[in-house]
């Protein structure tokens, strides 16, 4: 099946990502930044690790286009080892709609998109865009 067809086919209609299309450590996630969202909403830095349909189908071009439509800073390159490694600075509401936004976008083409690691890294002072790395 060609990329057309499975963005024609995936039946996605915009509305809210189904959870059991993340992985767990995304879902854990996303359960924390939520929790975060009722202590103030600070900016943290996430450093992201992604496996799955991400090299090949513009995953960091998307990223960086979400990114930048949600205010975030940071960068995202491609590993050697099919993976794609991320950090991610912004508001924890901010970094959900980023996960959601790339999540819409390669779950309605049919892609799947697991956040395999992460983990929180310190405020990058100064930062003033989202890149893509190579």
């Given at each position: ?18 959870p ?26 996430l450093s ?9 189908v ?22 050697s ?16 709609k ?11 083409a ?24 190579f």
């Amino acid at each position: 099946m060609g990329f057309f067809d499975r963005f024609r086919t995936s039946g996605n209609s915009g509305g809210p990502i189904d959870p059991t299309l993340r992985s767990p450590c995304e879902r854990d996630l996303i359960r924390r930044l939520q929790e975060r969202l009722n202590e103030g909403n600070a900016p943290l830095r996430l450093s992201l690790l992604f496996k799955g349909t991400v090299q090949g189908v513009g995953f960091r071009w998307t990223n960086q286009g979400v990114a930048n439509k949600q205010g975030l800073t940071g960068w995202v390159k491609n590993l050697s080892s099919g993976r794609v490694e991320l950090e991610v600075q912004g508001t924890p509401a901010a970094i959900i709609k980023h996960l959601d936004g790339v999540h819409g976008y390669y779950n309605h083409a049919g892609y799947e998109i697991l956040l395999e690691q992460e983990r929180e890294l310190p405020l990058v002072e100064g930062e003033d865009g989202f890149d893509v790395r190579f």
